[in-house]
């Protein structure tokens, strides 16, 4: 079982920028894909982005495509969320999360494919 814990959250001006950070427990974190998913008050938990177990994959929700990107480090089990041009719109809560399966390209952009969470980070963009 893997432990995921966030940080990098913060309150930024609108275009600013912020790198979110996700470090694991274990050095069995290569053995996982990573997704972010973000809460933003009164709204459901939505898909971000995903990065496959080695790096060489990655998945983008339209809304921020262009604007974040996802990256991870297996050396030092972390993922990051590199985040640049945020607006008001990205103000959320941040949480990683990590899955071992094999997973349909659909699937990964459902919270139910993911079985382990972070506590996540609050991001806050001010306009």
């Known amino acids: 079982q893997v432990q995921l814990v966030e940080s990098g959250g913060g309150l930024v001006q609108a275009g600013g920028s912020l790198r979110l950070s996700c470090a694991a427990s274990?050095?069995?974190?290569?053995?996982?894909?990573i997704g972010w998913f973000r809460q933003a008050p009164g709204r459901e938990r939505e898909f971000v982005t995903r990065?496959?177990?080695?790096?060489?994959?990655?998945v983008y929700a339209g809304s921020v495509k262009g604007r974040f990107t996802v990256s991870r480090d297996n050396a030092k089990n972390t993922a990051y969320l590199q985040m640049n041009g945020l607006s008001s719109e990205d103000t959320a809560v941040y949480y990683c999360?990590?899955?071992?399966?094999?997973?349909?390209?659909?699937?990964?952009?459902?919270?139910?494919?993911?079985?382990?969470w972070g506590q996540g980070t609050q991001v806050t963009v001010s306009s």
């Open positions: 999360a990590a899955h071992s399966g094999v997973v349909t390209t659909q699937a990964i952009r459902s919270q139910n494919a993911y079985a382990y």
């Open positions: 274990e050095r069995s974190f290569p053995n996982y894909a």
């Open positions: 990065i496959s177990k080695t790096g060489s994959s990655t």
